[in-house]
């Protein structure tokens, strides 16, 4: 491009700012419309990233070490349609009843296995003086307070002693303590759950909520206890192994798979379905932590792109206003194209004249909208910190690159047609419609 063609298109664009300039409230609404559009993209990308840190940092507090097996509703299908069929029947209230404290014994007992804790969820009213509510029972063993990573404030976690004689005891997590008994000690004192009254022998640390879990609000009670002196039950819902070489982590969990298919009785896995984690017949599901954190990193990925797609419909709409605008730019200044066009100007000059315009205009709204994006991201993240969630302030390369690339496709795009407008006016017509 020589010394010409360079003063010929930075006087076109020193022409698209003043014309722009020339109609300053005009300019500022279609800007703003780009920058709402453009200020979004960057939001979700940043919410889509703290999120995912987010799901994914309440999961490595249960540890990086461990399997979980929990229950399933067995199907007559094989794989990830088994799966959604199973949360279907489990939320329509199908109880499976099939997993057990044999079960956690049997696979704690596999090589690379040095404990496990069951898990066990109850709902019971329980009362101090004069306080009463509805609490919410966690059965566990003492196993529960080396794999997890909760920490006891006061007093003491309880034994494997009390749990197989089935002691009265209960260790009341953050919320529960302060609700029941305020600044007043809580260690030493008997609670009422149901009709017998249970010793309160330790009081967990602050932990918060995971999602909407609230750790704070639970009462650890020995899982035998629960099971046999508060509802009358045999099975467990869950429970949790730790491993002693992460690097086999598979092959444990293929391993507590083979051996809960012979503990309920089930048929093994054939060398044809070797690719399915589970079995549809299997009334479990036994997960790699890995396995989870690569599950929630599907969702929180899908949501993003579902946000964006609504992100789009708003960038389009941005796109339409400009696309009005440079139609009223045209028609406003018909006069001026004919006498350009009189003088010699091309239809390439005229094209790219409007085209410069359109560009401009998105630009602006793009880089205005990626810094307040970046804004209004930290305050959310800011916002999120101070309730207590661990919510990373980051903003993916990606959302920069999109947001640009999308702010300069819709300046082209919504821009060309009143372009090709104003370039195909012959100049003799032009200037008898001014």
Do not use: C
């Not at 596999?110 to 009362?127: A, D, K, R, T």
């Not at 989870?292 to 579902?306: K, P, Q, R």
Request: aromatic share 10%.
């Amino acid at each position: 491009m020589n010394n010409f063609s360079y003063m010929i298109y930075w006087s076109l664009i020193k022409t698209a700012f003043r014309s722009l300039l020339a109609n300053k409230t005009r300019t500022f609404l279609t800007v703003l419309g780009v920058m709402i559009g453009i200020a979004s993209v960057i939001i979700v990308y940043s919410a889509g990233a703290g999120l995912n840190s987010l799901v994914l940092g309440e999961f490595e507090a249960f540890g990086t070490d461990i399997i979980q097996t929990e229950i399933k509703v067995p199907t007559s299908k094989k794989g990830v349609a088994a799966e959604g069929q199973s949360a279907s029947a489990l939320l329509q209230g199908v109880q499976v009843t099939t997993l057990s404290l044999e079960d956690l014994d049997d696979i704690s007992d596999l090589p690379n296995i040095s404990f496990g804790y069951p898990g066990l969820m109850g709902q019971e009213q329980v009362s101090f003086g004069s306080e009463t509510k509805k609490g919410m029972l966690f059965g566990t063993n003492s196993y529960f307070i080396d794999i997890d990573q909760s920490e006891v404030e006061h007093g003491r976690f309880f034994t494997s002693a009390e749990n197989n004689s089935l002691a009265k005891v209960i260790v009341l997590g953050f919320d529960v303590k302060n609700n029941l008994f305020g600044d007043s000690e809580a260690v030493g004192q008997l609670v009422k759950i149901k009709q017998s009254k249970f010793r309160v022998v330790g009081v967990m640390e602050e932990r918060g909520a995971m999602m909407t879990f609230n750790w704070d609000d639970m009462i650890y009670v020995p899982i035998k206890t629960l099971q046999k002196r508060i509802m009358g039950i045999n099975h467990i819902s869950y429970m949790v192994h730790q491993l002693i070489d992460t690097s086999l982590a598979d092959e444990t969990a293929e391993e507590a798979r083979a051996l809960l298919r012979d503990n309920h009785d089930l048929p093994q896995v054939s060398a044809a379905y070797t690719g399915f984690m589970d079995m549809g017949r299997d009334d479990f599901r036994v997960v790699t932590m890995d396995e989870m954190m690569e599950t929630m990193g599907v969702i929180t990925g899908a949501l993003t792109w579902l946000l964006l797609a609504i992100v789009a419909i708003s960038l389009l709409v941005g796109g339409v206003g400009i696309m009005n605008i440079m139609y009223v730019v045209v028609g406003e200044r018909t006069k001026e194209i004919g006498l350009r066009k009189a003088v010699g100007a091309t239809y390439k000059t005229i094209m790219t004249q409007f085209l410069i315009e359109a560009v401009v205009v998105t630009l602006l709204g793009g880089l205005v909208g990626l810094v307040s994006g970046a804004l209004i991201s930290f305050l959310i993240s800011y916002g999120a910190s101070l309730s207590g969630l661990d919510w990373d302030f980051s903003i993916p390369l990606e959302a920069y690159i999109v947001a640009l690339s999308f702010s300069t496709f819709f300046g082209l795009l919504f821009g060309i047609y009143p372009a090709r407008k104003a370039a195909r006016l012959e100049p003799i017509d032009a200037m008898r419609k001014e």
